[in-house]
């Protein structure tokens, strides 16, 4: 399969450059440039990429607008949202996971990082920059909107004993090879255990899911691997 991306930043430079660099790959073509949230959004509708690669500052409608926009369509479910920004450590990054981004990297990666990136987003597996994702949760995360604080036994009662130990250890930045070895099972079997997880708590991808973990209280902020 081929993973179809969609490009959104305001800087005609790096789309032309993120172009080349993704187009150069067997398994990835770029559906379409935007320039600003607005036009991301519209795109999206008329291309229904995989991923949609989305600069957080823009003019107009911002990443964030657009990301809110593009996660809460029904008609692209099957759409993922990568974010970049310029600052990792940022109060947006957060909300734009709110809204159900899948991940976030810094313009300072690297290009094999970047093309990982969209590769994990287009797959629904993990969050990217584990260090700096788990620095997000904790800061912003961890504190629960008033209007949507649920306890953690009414939420999560949905959930058996080994889903909720696989979504601890999964919000802590442990790939699913790393929490097979602790739970001596094989990583399809927690796999298995993090998309009912999701499914029961209609976390739209992993991402959603692990800022679950913080919102109830599963987690708590700073938590070691």
């Given amino acids: 399969m081929t993973i179809r991306v969609l490009l959104a930043d305001d800087q005609a430079l790096l789309r032309g450059a993120f172009r080349l660099l993704i187009d150069a790959e067997e398994d990835m073509e770029v559906v379409g440039e935007a320039a600003d949230g607005r036009e991301a959004v519209e795109l999206a509708r008329a291309t229904r990429p995989d991923v949609v690669l989305m600069d957080i500052r823009m003019p107009g409608t911002d990443g964030l607008g657009a990301t809110a926009e593009i996660c809460g369509d029904e008609a692209l479910s099957g759409t993922r949202v990568l974010i970049l920004t310029t600052f990792e450590i940022d109060e947006y990054v957060a909300q734009a996971l709110r809204a159900g981004a899948g991940g976030f990297l810094g313009k300072g990666a690297d290009p094999k990082e970047l093309l990982a990136a969209v590769r994990t987003v287009a797959a629904g597996e993990a969050l990217l920059s584990p260090a700096a994702t788990r620095a997000v949760i904790d800061q912003f995360l961890a504190q629960p909107e008033p209007a949507s604080a649920v306890s953690t036994s009414e939420r999560l009662s949905v959930l058996t004993a080994r889903e909720r130990e696989v979504m601890s250890m999964a919000a802590t930045g442990l790939t699913n090879e ?16 993090v998309h009912r997880a999701m499914s029961k708590l209609d976390a739209r991808d992993r991402a959603q899911l692990v800022a679950i973990a913080y919102q109830t209280g599963l987690v708590p902020p700073g938590r070691p691997n």
């Fill in 178 to 193: 790393e929490i097979a070895e602790r739970m001596f099972v094989s990583p399809f079997t927690v796999r298995t255990h």
